[in-house]
């Protein structure tokens, strides 16, 4: 079996150890970050078939035309192209203080489509792994041209129900989480129950650890001038003033929200969202069409408007604790959200858990919110990717007729929340993940079920 392999974090070592002892896989080619990790790799394998990332998109040297771009070039460049996460992507990594725009950047999309045509015809792989689903434009749009050409792509993935592991998922798009059928009877680890117990606690106690470290570091406040000063003066020097516009900018877009959103739970039935901080692999590209987040918000209210209810929409704090990104919130976006009738903006202050608790559903991406909604009894649309789609409770949205199904049933009293349920899940889940090592932030058992699976056998599922 013929395996391409996109490592991310792994080391050239940790791959050999993952691949040891397997003699039926050939690993026919490798994309790494840099020239530094192509020298690392090379002690293991041809250096002619390590591809860095800045090759797939060099204008200047285009690699040579083969058979696959006659039937599929054109069509991978338009299929590419017709995605808007394609120029989402590309704006979060290729845009530099507005010196390069999307239209430009274009010429970087067709670059590395051409060239992941040529380097696919080369190596003609079985199977492409990649540690985690792209989110950077030139993997981003390997791994499309490879799905487009029929070539499996499999990937790892934390799950935010249990984010200490992680699963073997197949297809960039379809995002297919596989079975393992490993020790299905084994009971929830401790850990887990430990969380459980947190989450139907209060909100402090059931933040997430990172969420809490940065709670703790902001003295529970949504922003600090302290923190934007020792920003600003981070090196490089040449980078200040653009820090310094974009401080200003989070603190005028800060006190905006603070000015426009309420302070109490309404007297009315309403559904809670809870925005993803923006950018981020979990909202883009996993969020599909909904990975600009206005679209839910627009979407929900539409429809709860014909029942009467409410949306509340209560910002991620970590918007406002992190680094401005301006090109993923502005003064518009929090005008246009609480210019809509039946929609509010939630206080930063709002405890969590009393929003949950008040609402009559939650929605998020794919946030922590599902596990925190399902343990404390509410439902959660989840929009994007339907990892979660089994378990009771979690109503994935792909479209608006999927959202007004949903609405009918929860109005009829016809979805159900119980621990119990939530509780079986979680054991099927864990017996069939892998413990995430915090180092290279994956699996190196994931890795070697993944490159090694006999695909064939999940076909049916």
Same mark, same amino acid.
């Given at each position: 079996?013929?395996?391409?392999?996109?490592?991310?974090?792994?080391?050239?070592?940790?791959?050999?150890s993952v691949l040891e002892g397997l003699d039926h896989v050939e690993v026919c080619g490798l994309i790494v970050k840099?020239?530094?990790?192509?020298?690392?790799?090379?002690?293991?394998?041809?250096?002619?078939?390590?591809?860095?990332?800045?090759?797939?998109?060099?204008?200047?040297?285009?690699?040579?035309?083969?058979?696959?771009?006659?039937?599929?070039?054109?069509?991978?460049?338009?299929?590419?192209?017709?995605?808007?996460?394609?120029?989402?992507?590309?704006?979060?990594?290729?845009?530099?203080?507005?010196?390069?725009?999307?239209?430009?950047?274009?010429?970087?999309?067709?670059?590395?489509?051409?060239?992941?045509?040529?380097?696919?015809?080369?190596?003609?792989?079985?199977?492409?792994?990649?540690?985690?689903?792209?989110?950077?434009?030139?993997?981003?749009?390997?791994?499309?041209?490879?799905?487009?050409?029929?070539?499996?792509?499999?990937?790892?993935?934390?799950?935010?129900?249990?984010?200490?592991?992680?699963?073997?998922?197949?297809?960039?798009?379809?995002?297919?989480?596989?079975?393992?059928?490993?020790?299905?009877?084994?009971?929830?680890?401790?850990?887990?129950?430990?969380?459980?117990?947190?989450?139907?606690?209060?909100?402090?106690?059931?933040?997430?650890?990172?969420?809490?470290?940065?709670?703790?570091?902001?003295?529970?406040?949504?922003?600090?001038?302290?923190?934007?000063?020792?920003?600003?003066?981070?090196?490089?020097?040449?980078?200040?003033?653009?820090?310094?516009?974009?401080?200003?900018?989070?603190?005028?877009?800060?006190?905006?929200?603070?000015?426009?959103?309420?302070?109490?739970?309404? !007297?009315?039935? +309403?559904?809670?969202?809870? %925005?993803? #901080?923006? /950018?981020?692999?979990? @909202?883009?590209?996993?969020?599909? =069409?909904?990975?600009?987040?206005?679209?839910?918000?627009?979407?929900?209210?539409?429809?709860?408007?014909?029942?009467?209810?409410?949306?509340?929409?209560?910002?991620?704090?970590?918007?406002?604790?992190?680094?401005?990104?301006?090109?993923?919130?502005?003064?518009?976006?929090?005008?246009?959200?609480s210019s809509l009738p039946n929609v509010e903006l939630a206080s930063l202050g709002m405890d969590t858990y009393e929003?949950?608790?008040?609402?009559?559903?939650?929605?998020?991406?794919?946030?922590?919110?599902?596990?925190?909604?399902?343990?404390?009894?509410?439902?959660?649309?989840?929009? !994007?990717?339907? +990892?979660?789609?089994?378990? %009771?409770? #979690?109503? /994935?949205?792909?479209? @608006?007729?999927?959202?007004?199904? =949903?609405?009918?049933?929860?109005?009829?009293?016809?979805?159900?929340?119980?621990?119990?349920?939530?509780?079986?899940?979680?054991?099927?889940?864990?017996?069939?993940?892998?413990?995430?090592?915090?180092?290279?932030?994956?699996?190196?058992?994931?890795?070697?079920?993944?490159?090694?699976?006999?695909?064939?056998?999940?076909?049916?599922?």
């Amino acid at each position: 079996m013929r395996v391409f392999i996109i490592p991310g974090l792994v080391c050239a070592a940790d791959l050999q150890s993952v691949l040891e002892g397997l003699d039926h896989v050939e690993v026919c080619g490798l994309i790494v970050k840099n020239n530094a990790q192509k020298q690392q790799h090379a002690q293991n394998m041809a250096p002619e078939l390590i591809w860095c990332r800045t090759q797939l998109i060099d204008v200047a040297r285009p690699m040579q035309a083969t058979e696959l771009h006659a039937k599929y070039y054109e069509p991978s460049v338009r299929h590419l192209l017709s995605d808007p996460r394609t120029f989402y992507i590309v704006e979060r990594i290729f845009r530099k203080e507005g010196i390069e725009s999307v239209f430009n950047s274009t010429i970087k999309v067709e670059a590395a489509c051409w060239n992941a045509l040529s380097i696919l015809s080369t190596t003609k792989p079985d199977k492409i792994f990649i540690q985690a689903t792209p989110h950077e434009p030139i993997t981003w749009v390997f791994t499309c041209v490879a799905e487009l050409l029929g070539i499996p792509v499999m990937l790892t993935s934390k799950t935010v129900l249990i984010p200490w592991r992680t699963r073997v998922i197949l297809g960039v798009n379809k995002q297919k989480p596989l079975p393992l059928g490993i020790n299905e009877q084994a009971e929830l680890s401790k850990e887990v129950t430990d969380r459980i117990e947190r989450l139907k606690g209060d909100f402090i106690t059931g933040m997430p650890d990172y969420e809490y470290k940065r709670y703790v570091k902001y003295n529970a406040k949504y922003w600090s001038w302290k923190a934007e000063i020792s920003y600003l003066f981070k090196p490089p020097a040449k980078t200040i003033p653009f820090k310094m516009i974009n401080s200003f900018r989070k603190k005028y877009c800060y006190d905006l929200y603070r000015r426009l959103a309420i302070r109490t739970i309404p !007297g009315v039935k +309403y559904v809670v969202f809870f %925005p993803h #901080v923006q /950018p981020e692999r979990t @909202s883009l590209p996993e969020g599909k =069409w909904y990975c600009q987040q206005w679209l839910i918000i627009r979407l929900l209210s539409f429809h709860l408007a014909d029942l009467g209810w409410k949306l509340l929409v209560k910002e991620h704090p970590s918007t406002f604790r992190n680094p401005w990104k301006p090109g993923f919130r502005n003064s518009e976006f929090y005008r246009a959200v609480s210019s809509l009738p039946n929609v509010e903006l939630a206080s930063l202050g709002m405890d969590t858990y009393e929003l949950i608790d008040g609402s009559t559903a939650t929605a998020t991406i794919a946030g922590t919110t599902i596990m925190e909604s399902i343990v404390r009894g509410k439902p959660a649309f989840t929009f !994007g990717t339907d +990892y979660h789609k089994n378990l %009771p409770g #979690v109503m /994935p949205v792909e479209s @608006s007729d999927d959202l007004v199904r =949903w609405l009918i049933q929860i109005n009829a009293g016809l979805i159900k929340v119980s621990l119990a349920d939530t509780m079986d899940y979680l054991r099927e889940l864990e017996n069939n993940s892998f413990v995430v090592d915090p180092i290279i932030n994956t699996s190196l058992e994931a890795y070697r079920y993944a490159i090694t699976c006999d695909l064939s056998k999940f076909a049916d599922q």
